[in-house]
């Protein structure tokens, strides 16, 4: 039997499928999942936590080993959402969208989905780094970035939407890869990798 100070220092991961997901709402299901990893790990001394959103100027970005391809698991996206968290000598990835394990050891995901940059220059990804708890606090989506022409692009997650107390959208805000932009620093994928590695 575990002491308590023991059972308290152990990261506690969900498995995939407790955590909520609907497809296209990235920001949504790793808002949810961020939740979830925090209030599990209030007691985990040690633990760090950040949304990691992926984008740039020309809102094309790639990554591979993607469910919704059949290529390789190549997606381009105009952003994407996925989790770290850093616990002792751990550094793990989950990204609700990927064919790797859930989670993935940040080597591996870095090998294998997000790999290299193309050589065509408006391609660079950029990555912007958000502490999870102020995600969570600070997050907030109308969802209609998700609407055309009347009618949803994608059917939409079954709970409300998720609002801060200001109840104003800014997706936009976490999605922009302008340095000046707040929520977080925006790194190369060089910086990136060497912050995470």
Avoid at 7 to 36: G, H, R
Avoid at 137 to 142: E, R, V
Avoid at 156 to 185: A, T, W
Wanted: glycine letters at 2%; proline letters at 7%.
């Amino acid at each position: 039997m575990s002491s308590e100070s023991e059972q308290s220092s152990s990261l506690v991961i969900p498995q995939k499928s407790d955590c909520m997901y609907t497809a296209c709402f990235c920001e949504e299901n790793i808002w949810q999942l961020a939740k979830l990893i925090l209030d599990l790990n209030k007691s985990t001394p040690n633990m760090k936590c950040y949304v990691i959103f992926v984008s740039n100027y020309n809102k094309c970005v790639h990554l591979w080993n993607q469910n919704s391809s059949h290529n390789e698991g190549l997606v381009f996206w105009d952003y994407h959402v996925f989790l770290i968290v850093q616990h002792l000598d751990k550094t793990l990835v989950f990204d609700m969208d990927t064919r790797l394990p859930f989670p993935v050891p940040f080597a591996q995901y870095s090998k294998e989905a997000i790999r290299e940059e193309f050589k065509e220059s408006h391609s660079k990804r950029y990555f912007k780094v958000v502490d999870a708890d102020v995600f969570v606090a600070q997050f907030s989506s109308d969802r209609n970035h998700m609407i055309e022409e009347g009618g949803w692009m994608s059917p939409p997650p079954p709970y409300p939407p998720i609002l801060n107390e200001d109840k104003v959208h800014n997706l936009d805000n976490f999605i922009s890869m302008d340095p000046s932009n707040e929520f977080g620093p925006v790194l190369t994928l060089e910086e990136f990798k060497a912050r995470f590695s």
